[in-house]
């Protein structure tokens, strides 16, 4: 059975400053499979977090330092990782990466975008308004995705036999 976010698709981008881009989004069960491990990541980090406030405070005021520490976490996790590397330790696990139109890597400016809207993306809970983004895109766009112009796609293959070098003396 072949439904619409199993067939790989994929996006060109012609330029007439270079060859023509093709990139293929990645599969729906990855994206949520890597978003799974990199909540559990995140959860560790907020659990470990939240262990350090041992003080009795008032707990409405505790509970709410600890979403706002839960939200600042998970920013932190997915801006910097995907600003830096394209990539999140779950996307990595399952080789996808985060890129622009042209295949070029994310940005910071692009990853900041994306993960600012992701609060948006996670309402009403559990990535509902994300996921119907994904389901109704053409190109698999979660919100955040269509605000900064990011696809996530899958990682290209590193070539197992790649040229060898010119000669450098003669």
Known sequence: MNNRNDVNQ???????SAPTIHI?????RRRIAAGIIDSVILLIAWSIQTGMFHQDYLSIVRSYLSWMSLALIVFAYYFLLEGLFSTTVGKHVFR???VDRLGDPCTFAMSFKRNLVRFVDWLPAVYVVGGV??????DRQRLGDLAAGSIVMRAKEKDTNPPSAPFLFH
């Open 96 to 98: 996808i990466v985060v």
């Open 24 to 28: 293929t989004p990645a599969p729906i």
């Open 10 to 16: 994929e996006i060109t981008t012609e330029n007439l």
């Open 133 to 138: 983004a994904l389901l109704i895109s053409k």
